[in-house]
């Protein structure tokens, strides 16, 4: 027996487009609306403070996509040139259970954050949206920006804030290269880049301090905020003040808020999650005004469903390195 293994130069290469990421998903999130998944909350170690490694299994039925994400997130990498998010993912066969491939993961990750983002803005963003804003410019901010120009044709203006003006500055010379028709306005504050924004994204590391504390009245009426960082980004009151608060899985959430570290804050009543909104069991964005919230923890099936397409093209492309088992 033997599996493949795909370095992130592997993966990277194979090409896949964010459209095909965001056409993954849509699978993924819309067999786990219709219960044919299978995803227990993920479990994780902590061996250093604001640090994680979390283990991600996954089955979703039907697009024979199965394995696991074993993915790291240290904070202090940054300052050692590390990337923030590192680990590997494996695939296995669903009828044998035989791993298939051993892939790196950073390029999953943040291809399916960003198309998380953009599935929550395909239901809940308001139409005509033309302006969105970033908290926190690194990578999972691009991938997502990526994403919306996909999702929302009538985007225009994009507003960036980072602790760090450089990384800023950076995310608006890479993202304004591959996208020259947007508008991109480099902001001093947090709530200078959301307040206008009928999208507002934030990704900054889960850190219990610097926090920008984007409070009551920041999010527009009619906005949607999505938050890739937990709650690390958004007071309590701002949460709760959101006419609909919807998430990416309730139960994961929930079972992250009983821990008791994470979510204290959030509003009692989760009104959908975008497997529900992506199988048309619950109704998306209902009237111009809402403010709605989407608090995207990133799930396994969007691993499972993007590492199964990118395992197929490795193998008609003969990709990678043959292991032994
Ligand atoms: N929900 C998901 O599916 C998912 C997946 C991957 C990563 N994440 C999370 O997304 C967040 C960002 O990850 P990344 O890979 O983009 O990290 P990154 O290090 O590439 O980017 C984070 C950026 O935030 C900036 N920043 C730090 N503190 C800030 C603050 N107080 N205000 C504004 N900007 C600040 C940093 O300077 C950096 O540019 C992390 O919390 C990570 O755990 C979520």
Known sequence: MELVYLSRADVEGLGMSMREVLAALTLGFAAKGRGETEMPPKPGIHTRPDCFIHAMPAYVRGLEAAGLKWVSGYPPNVAKGLP????????????????????????????????????????????????AAFVGCGVQARTSLMALVEELPALAEVRCYDLFPEAARRFIGEMGALFPLLRFVACASAPEA??????????????????????????????????????????????RECDRFCSD???????????????????????????????????????????????????????????????????????????PL
């Open 84 to 131: 923030y998010i590192t680990g590997l993912l494996i695939l296995n066969d669903c009828e044998t259970g035989v791993p298939l491939a051993v892939m790196d993961c950073a390029w999953i990750t943040a291809m399916r954050t960003g198309a998380s983002v953009g599935i929550s803005a395909r239901y809940l963003a308001p139409s005509g949206s033309s302006v």
């Open 194 to 239: 959301v307040r206008p924004a009928d999208v507002a994204v934030t990704a900054i590391p889960i850190v219990a301090d610097p926090r920008p504390d984007l409070d009551a009245g920041m999010l527009k009426r009619g906005g949607l905020a999505v938050s890739l960082d937990y709650d690390s980004a958004w007071t309590s009151a701002a949460m």
């Open 249 to 323: 899985d309730v139960g994961q959430l929930l079972a992250t808020k009983e821990h008791g570290v994470y979510f204290g804050g959030i509003p009692d009543r989760i009104s959908a999650d975008l497997g529900e909104l992506a199988a048309g069991l619950k109704p998306g964005r209902e009237s111009g005004s809402e403010r709605i919230f989407s608090m995207n923890m990133g799930i396994a099936v969007d691993d499972m469903v993007t590492a199964r397409v990118l395992y197929e093209r490795a193998l008609e492309r003969r990709a990678g390195v043959r292991l």
